[in-house]
């Protein structure tokens, strides 16, 4: 079965320091993989996708993301972390072959980013 | 950017009543939406597929008498729950696929929170 999985339900960081989201990925094929963020009581909003190409992909908000196929890997990375950035981050994943839309979902995981 | 609204943003009803959440995109026509349910602090669990012009697609262990899914035209898709009872009191979000881009990139609503008393 395809999954996606965030191995850590909450993420501490200091304010300034980088921080890192974790995500693994198995999806058959070559996968399209997304970031998306939720603030309290509200939807998503896209951060940042990978479809092909450069393995380091930028996206709003200074995030970015490295996918790493040997790993299956696509871990969300910020080298300064801002208070504003605590929120609820989902990483998802689609085969690409596939023309369903429908996004695997991972279990989310919260960052706290302190003062 | 590509927009997609959902309304209401918050609703509470009584036991057995119905409900309709709908969910409209603004900017662009979606041929597939998507109906997601999420309880406080999980993930997004994918109730349906709504597809203009045909039923909807449920996913396995969704009553489809009880969320009833119409999607009347190519930008708006509407989520009815029917005969609500407090257990179906939840954030339901849709979301909704650009025609025009590429057959991946969705577009999420705020959301809404619906409440059974």
């Known amino acids: 079965a395809q999954s996606v999985a965030q191995p850590e339900d909450q993420v501490n960081v200091a304010e300034g320091n980088p921080l890192t989201v974790k995500c693994t990925y198995s999806?058959?094929?070559?996968?399209?993989l997304f970031w998306y963020v939720q603030y309290p009581n509200r939807g998503l909003q896209f951060l940042l996708k990978?479809?092909?190409?450069?393995?380091l992909v930028k996206g709003s908000y200074g995030f970015e993301a490295e996918f790493n196929k040997s790993q299956t890997s696509f871990h969300l990375k910020k080298p300064s972390a801002l208070v504003s950035d605590s929120a609820l981050y989902f990483c998802?994943?689609?085969?690409?072959?596939?023309?369903?839309?429908?996004?695997?979902f991972g279990q989310g995981t919260t960052l706290q980013v302190k003062p | 950017g590509a927009v997609v609204s959902q309304h209401p943003s918050r609703v509470i009803c009584k036991s057995g009543t119905s409900v309709k959440i709908e969910c409209r995109s603004l900017?662009?026509?979606?041929?597939?939406m998507f109906w997601y349910r999420q309880f406080p602090k999980q993930s997004l669990m994918l109730m349906a597929t709504?597809?203009?012009?045909?039923?909807?697609?449920?996913e396995q262990g969704v009553e489809k008498d009880k969320f009833l899914i119409n999607h009347a035209s190519l930008t708006l898709s509407t989520l009815t729950v029917t005969s609500a009872h407090p257990e179906d009191s939840s954030f339901y979000i849709c979301s909704a696929r650009d025609d025009g881009s590429g057959a991946n990139v969705l577009t999420f609503g705020a959301g809404s929170r619906l409440t059974v008393l």
């Open positions: 900017d662009f026509q979606a041929t597939t």
């Open positions: 999806v058959s094929g070559n996968p399209y």
């Open positions: 990978y479809i092909t190409g450069d393995n």
């Open positions: 709504s597809n203009e012009g045909s039923k909807a697609t449920y």
């Open positions: 998802a994943a689609v085969r690409g072959s596939s023309n369903t839309g429908k996004l695997i």
